[in-house]
């Protein structure tokens, strides 16, 4: 696969082979300078469809492990592809085009607190170049699902951190992503908001989304009954 | 586009209003000092044209040779006009002169008044410090007893004049280093405000060019319309300005001329510009 098909945009639409595994890494370490080692050696697959959860302690290398997923940085070495998709090939302007097929949920909702919720979700799809009636048809629907129907034109800011978590998923949802990474998204919820978040998650996961979730939260891994990618001190403890 | 700009400016019209008012009080401040040194150098430079040289020559020379020396002087680079004054003539003018005490003129002997050769240049300012080695050279030459300026202020002047050319040549760096330096030190505040933003689409998956294209079309706007706005200002401010130069150097009447069309374009449209390009390269910095 040349540099030049990356560059069309008939690639981006339709170009990336997706087999049985959406994600595959082999090897990957990240190394932060000096020589701070948050991955190291860290290969596994995932599953089109698949829901994982990416466990280990705080520092354990799971947000770094995400961020590269997400293309936010590069592995120091090793390789990974998503689809037949290489990321060591994939330059930094295409990473646009990667990360429009995904959705990412911050434990710190990363949103525009003076926008409202509609308008939050909405630049979701904008910047995917879906807008006019179809892209307000699919936001108040995404958003009546969630449940936030009512506060779809109260400014962000107001919202308490559960609402706030859920206008993220929905913006990170309403794009229809193939694969679904959330970072802690429970992090700042208390149990009964974790819990529904996660049947959120899970709901989402069975309409054919893949999910990512990294968690330092063993209770709401422990009840569930999926794979779980656990990290210690960056290394792979347990898959 | 045009809706994308406008919900632009809507989003953050605090801090673009900001940044439009310190544009323009910087650009006014540009221009008032650039102005004001521009003013003061073409001044000088229009007293010190009427510069001229006066070359004495010997008592008693030969017709032929002041023929020579007149042509030797006609000869130099940029030289408009070569006018020869006779003795008669500096009698004549001395007499004007102490018409008032005329027994001063009395014991006078006329043998012993020089004539004298008076050279006017196209340009002194450009011209003089051309023909220096030459004067230096001619100031030797059999029948020429001294070479000196008309009227010594104007030669002084004429010193002047050439360092505030340099002075102006210096200032204006100045002034545009410091003006460069605040627009940069400016734009760039206004867009780290909106840094979490620019991050935020970026992650959504927004090319550069979708989140810049607005911000750099406002950025263009605020730029040239502060340029124009100091401009206006300074227009306002011109009438004063007129009466205020005008009066410094009383028999100069010179026009007060703010900025010619063609640099008021150039202006407008490079401050726009480099507000453009702040922005870009502040959106590629803060894209994740």
């Known amino acids: 696969m040349g540099d030049l098909q ?13 087999g049985r595994v959406l ?32 466990t280990g302690p705080s520092g354990a290398g799971k947000s770094t492990l995400l961020k590269l997923i997400f293309g936010l940085e590069r592995p120091s070495s090793g390789r990974m592809f998503y689809g037949d998709l290489d990321y060591a090939r994939l330059h930094r302007r295409h990473l646009v085009h990667l990360r429009r097929r995904m959705g990412f949920i911050f434990q710190d909702f990363r949103l525009l607190p003076e926008k409202t919720v509609f308008e939050n979700v909405y630049l979701g799809l904008e910047v995917l170049g879906v807008s006019g009636s179809v892209a307000r048809e699919r936001v108040e629907r995404i958003l009546k699902r969630l449940g936030l129907a009512a506060r779809q034109n109260q400014k962000v800011k107001t919202l308490s951190g559960g609402e706030m978590q859920r206008v993220a998923i929905a913006r990170a949802v309403v794009r229809e992503p193939e694969l679904l ?59 | ?29 540009f221009l008032f000092f650039s102005s004001l040194y521009y003013h003061l150098y073409l001044f000088s430079r229009e007293a010190a044209r009427s510069l001229a040289l006066t070359v004495y020559l010997a008592p008693d020379l030969r017709p032929q040779t002041q023929k020579r020396l007149l042509q030797k002087f006609r000869a130099l680079p940029g030289v408009k006009e070569v006018r020869l004054v006779a003795k008669r003539e500096v009698l004549r003018e001395l007499q004007r002169i102490f018409r008032e005490d005329p027994e001063i003129l ?99 998956g927004a090319s550069p060019g979708y989140i810049g294209r607005p911000k750099m079309m406002v950025a263009f706007v605020l730029g040239s319309g502060a340029f124009l706005a100091a401009f206006a200002l300074l227009h306002l401010f011109e009438s004063y300005l007129q009466g205020a130069l005008a009066g410094v150097i009383p028999f100069l009447n010179l026009r007060l ?3 010619p069309t063609n640099y008021l374009i150039l202006g407008t449209g490079g401050m726009g510009f480099f507000c453009a390009l702040l922005s870009w390269l502040a959106v590629q910095r803060y894209f994740s």
């Open chain 1, 23 to 54: 994600l595959r890494l082999e090897k990957v370490s990240k190394i932060y300078p000096p020589s701070i080692a948050a991955l190291k050696n860290i290969s596994f697959e995932l599953e089109r469809g698949e829901f994982i959860f990416v």
């Open chain 1, 6 to 18: 990356y560059n069309s945009p008939k690639f981006w639409g339709k170009g990336i082979a997706l």
């Open chain 2, 257 to 259: 001329s703010l900025l």
């Open chain 1, 181 to 239: 990474l959330a970072d802690e998204p429970t992090g700042n919820l208390d149990p009964e908001r974790s819990q529904e978040i996660l049947r959120i998650l899970e709901e989402l996961n069975a309409e054919g989304i893949t999910v990512v979730l990294a968690t330092h939260d063993e209770s709401l891994v422990r009840e569930r009954h999926r794979r779980v990618i656990a990290l210690q001190e960056g290394r792979l403890f347990h898959a």
């Open chain 2, 1 to 29: 586009m045009l809706k994308k700009v406008l919900l632009e400016f809507k989003t953050h019209q605090g801090s673009y209003g900001l940044t439009f008012f310190i544009l323009t009080f910087s650009v006014t401040l």
């Open chain 2, 106 to 204: 009395q014991n006078l002997d006329l043998s012993k008044l020089p004539d004298f050769l008076e050279i006017h240049f196209q340009d002194p300012l450009r011209d003089l410090p051309r023909v220096q080695p030459q004067l230096r050279k001619l100031e030797k030459e059999p029948g020429v007893l001294r070479i000196r300026y008309a009227q010594s202020w104007l030669g002084r002047l004429w010193h002047l004049s050439q360092l505030l050319r340099r002075l102006l040549y210096l200032s204006m760096a100045l002034l545009l280093a410091s003006l460069l330096f605040l627009v940069v030190v400016t734009v760039n505040l206004t867009l780290e405000k909106q840094r979490e933003e620019i991050e935020i689409l970026s992650l959504l």
